[in-house]
């Protein structure tokens, strides 16, 4: 009996809950989207979200390693979901003429957009992370911007001769035949659609994996004692920019693949697209889903890109409700009183009577 009841608490203990709770609502809300496509319930301006969607869920659920884990106020976001978009565009582009088939070709590209995203997030984090709080999100939110521009001044093409790339339009010539892959302010143009709402969903359930493996992992602990006490975590010998950068490439990586999936979910991409809005919109996905809480990160990343969708027909007003809205769940969420009673609820312990 003793034996029986330590697998049941084994598997009833909280980060178990909050982890089989993240994936079970990532597969039961596939499956539902699923059967809604299959019966034609689901409208077109619905069913063209789910792929964005499954984007913004696995770069919020990367800021949040960094942000809530880490405890590293990290505003460049939107830069390394950039680097993986346009580097994603470029090998699907490569390879379109030796992989026909979409999927292949995907997988190849996500993977290319993650470690690209991986290295640029290291490299920029051996000179940020030896910063902290405001100073340090000054610093990503410089490298977003500069990642920017560097993409609204890139012109990559291939032809017969190979891969060209240059940062002056005047010097760039293809040969005739030739495929632009990116046209500088203009961006990627002409790009094959070949993202897809199932391939999204497998790339969120990878990075719940990831991101999970690492919190309760040594590393993890290691990176959350950095976070809480940074004095006393080095005098017991954790190495802290060790620790903050796996987390900081980690994030990286995780937002160069919902680049990628992004980038290849439209014909046209501009580099405006990724700017500080966007990093400041995933941060806020974050925040409201709660700081270390990956189930709420999903849900809040969800219900505000939808928000915005369900409100349209109320014209002027509907950005008005949406801002309203977000004040309130700040105000709840922020309320201790109520977080109480709703975990109470929830895990069945509730009493009657406040």
């Given at each position: 009996?003793?034996?029986?009841?330590?697998v049941f608490s084994r598997f009833g203990d909280k980060k178990n809950r909050g982890r089989l709770m993240s994936f079970a609502l990532v597969i039961i809300a596939y499956i539902a989207v699923e059967v809604l496509l299959k019966t034609g319930s689901l409208g077109s301006m619905f069913s063209s979200l789910l792929v964005p969607i499954t984007c913004y869920v696995v770069a919020a659920i990367g800021l949040n390693l960094n942000v809530g884990i880490s405890?590293?106020?990290?505003?460049?976001?939107?830069?390394?979901?950039?680097?993986?978009?346009?580097?994603?565009?470029?090998?699907?582009?490569?390879?379109?003429?030796?992989?026909?088939?979409?999927?292949?070709?995907?997988?190849?590209?996500?993977?290319?957009?993650?470690?690209?995203?991986?290295?640029?997030?290291?490299?920029?984090?051996?000179?940020?992370?030896?910063?902290?709080?405001?100073?340090?999100?000054?610093?990503?939110?410089?490298?977003?911007?500069?990642?920017?521009?560097?993409?609204?001044?890139?012109?990559?093409?291939?032809?017969?001769?190979?891969?060209?790339?240059?940062?002056?339009?005047?010097?760039?010539?293809?040969?005739?035949?030739?495929?632009?892959?990116?046209?500088?302010?203009?961006?990627?143009?002409?790009?094959?659609?070949?993202?897809?709402?199932?391939?999204?969903?497998?790339?969120?359930?990878?990075?719940?994996?990831?991101?999970?493996?690492?919190?309760?992992?040594?590393?993890?602990?290691?990176?959350?004692?950095?976070?809480?006490?940074?004095?006393?975590?080095?005098?017991?010998?954790?190495?802290?920019?060790?620790?903050?950068?796996?987390?900081?490439?980690?994030?990286?990586?995780?937002?160069?693949?919902?680049?990628?999936?992004?980038?290849?979910?439209?014909?046209?991409?501009?580099?405006?697209?990724?700017?500080?809005?966007?990093?400041?919109?995933?941060?806020?996905?974050?925040?409201?889903?709660?700081?270390?809480?990956?189930?709420?990160?999903?849900?809040?990343?969800?219900?505000?890109?939808?928000?915005p969708e369900l409100l349209r027909s109320l014209q002027d007003y509907r950005m008005l409700i949406y801002a309203v809205v977000l004040i309130l769940i700040m105000l709840v969420t922020n309320n201790e009183w109520l977080m109480t009673k709703w975990?109470?609820?929830?895990?069945?312990?509730?009493?009657?009577?406040?």
């Open positions: 009996m003793k034996e029986k009841s330590s405890g590293e106020l990290n505003l460049g976001q939107a830069g390394f979901m950039s680097v993986g978009a346009f580097c994603g565009i470029c090998v699907s582009g490569i390879l379109a003429n030796s992989i026909s088939a979409g999927i292949p070709r995907l997988i190849i590209a996500i993977f290319c957009g993650a470690i690209l995203a991986a290295v640029f997030g290291f490299l920029i984090g051996i000179p940020v992370l030896k910063l902290q709080g405001d100073y340090l999100a000054i610093v990503t939110l410089a490298f977003g911007q500069i990642i920017k521009s560097i993409f609204m001044n890139a012109y990559i093409g291939i032809d017969t001769e190979g891969l060209h790339f240059s940062f002056v339009e005047s010097n760039f010539k293809l040969q005739p035949g030739g495929k632009m892959l990116l046209n500088g302010p203009m961006g990627a143009t002409g790009t094959q659609k070949i993202a897809n709402f199932t391939v999204g969903t497998v790339l969120v359930i990878v990075a719940l994996l990831v991101v999970y493996n690492l919190m309760f992992s040594r590393s993890g602990r290691a990176i959350m004692a950095a976070r809480d006490n940074r004095i006393a975590a080095e005098s017991v010998g954790i190495p802290i920019s060790r620790t903050k950068m796996l987390a900081f490439v980690t994030s990286a990586a995780l937002a160069g693949a919902a680049g990628a999936l992004y980038g290849l979910n439209y014909s046209t991409l501009v580099p405006n697209k990724f700017d500080f809005n966007t990093s400041i919109l995933i941060l806020v996905y974050v925040v409201l889903g709660g700081l270390g809480n990956m189930t709420g990160t999903i849900i809040s990343t969800v219900v505000l890109i939808l928000l975990k109470s609820l929830f895990s069945g312990k509730a009493k009657g009577g406040a």
